[in-house]
């Protein structure tokens, strides 16, 4: 198992940026791969990027390509997020998820059904 705190969420207008960091302690995290998902009220929760355990593939919603970067350094366990261009639609909680990498084939995983660990999640707010 392993645990997750987010951090870095906050008030942002519309056009700005946020960095969002994922903390992972427990099993080992280099051999995790890691997701980023957002849950707006009343809405289910929704993949924004993913990234295998060496870090060399990484994978986008098409809603927040061209804006947002996914990255990890393994050496301190953690992963990011890189918001630019936030749009008032990128109101939500962001939730970090992992998942052991064999268990998936090392693939870059879209559904939250396949994640195992999930943090508490940081709140993005975007005002307009």
């Known amino acids: 198992q392993v645990q997750l705190v987010e951090s870095g969420g906050g008030l942002v207008q519309a056009g700005g940026s946020l960095i969002l960091s994922c903390a992972a302690s427990?099993?080992?995290?280099?051999?995790?791969?890691m997701g980023w998902f957002r849950q707006a009220p009343w809405k289910e929760r929704d993949f924004v990027s993913a990234?295998?355990?060496?870090?060399?593939?990484?994978y986008y919603a098409d809603s927040v390509k061209g804006r947002f970067t996914i990255s990890r350094d393994n050496a301190k366990n953690t992963v990011y997020l890189q918001m630019n261009n936030l749009k008032p639609d990128g109101k939500a909680v962001y939730y970090c998820?992992?998942?052991?990498?064999?268990?998936?084939?090392?693939?870059?995983?879209?559904?939250?059904?396949?994640?195992?660990?999930w943090g508490k999640g940081t709140q993005v707010t975007v005002s307009s």
């Open positions: 990234i295998r355990w060496s870090g060399g593939n990484t």
């Open positions: 427990g099993r080992t995290f280099s051999s995790s791969v």
């Open positions: 998820g992992a998942v052991d990498a064999r268990a998936v084939d090392n693939r870059v995983v879209v559904t939250t059904q396949e994640y195992n660990d």
